[in-house]
């Protein structure tokens, strides 16, 4: 009777500190969750940057082969804005690879194919620059939930920022923004979509081969 006993109080003891302990623990593997958040968000923030920082347009292309210059920069309008862009900034990963340092990157916001019904955003990579820029490459999800994101450009000759760019059109042909302002939106830890924002700075600006 006495085992029975102390067996019940130790039990009562047991469930009153699980009872005391338990909203702790959830509570920080609720601040886990958010700092990885925070974390993803910002290692794609400085993902794009980097990117950007070493974009470039090239006039040394073979015009038998392509009939428009390969390289480009394209962004689009509005809160869900795709950009697509050449850049310096590709890693081969295999010494044997048929790859340079060259690659066509695209940035947009799209549905996240691990989560039916969420956003994210998307980097795809294309190391072989040709003259099918939309299609072709590897996509990788950087960020899931995002309900937005939005470049401007800054152009030094209007000495404004500018929603869109294109070098395929002839008003933008010979040369890139020299700054890209960044702003994905996220839901925050309160519900509510949170703004982050930062900028890159392009190096150069002017087609290669001039």
Do not use: C
Not at 58 to 78: A, I, L, M, Q, W
């Amino acid at each position: 009777m006495e085992l029975m006993i102390s067996i019940g109080i130790l039990a009562l003891v047991a469930g009153l500190v699980w009872g005391s302990f338990s909203p702790i623990w959830q509570a920080r593997e609720e601040v886990e969750i958010q700092a990885n958040r925070y974390h993803a968000i910002r290692l794609a923030m400085d993902r794009m940057r980097r990117d950007l920082a070493m974009a470039f347009i090239s006039d040394r292309y073979d015009p038998k082969r392509y009939r428009e210059r390969p390289t480009h920069f394209v962004g689009e309008r509005g809160d869900r804005g795709r950009l697509r862009f050449t850049t310096f900034s590709h890693n081969r990963l295999y010494v044997d690879a048929r790859e340079s340092d060259q690659a066509l990157v695209e940035y947009r916001v799209d549905r996240d194919p691990n989560e039916p019904g969420v956003n994210a955003l998307i980097r795809r990579v294309k190391p072989i620059i040709d003259d099918d820029p939309e299609r072709g490459g590897t996509e990788m999800v950087l960020v899931s939930g995002v309900l937005g994101l939005t470049f401007e450009y800054w152009d030094v000759e209007k000495e404004e920022w500018v929603p869109e760019w294109d070098t395929t059109d002839v008003a933008w042909a010979n040369r890139l923004p020299h700054r890209v302002r960044i702003t994905l939106t996220a839901e925050g830890d309160d519900g509510k979509p949170k703004k982050y924002v930062t900028q890159a700075t392009i190096t150069l600006t002017t087609p290669l081969g001039r």
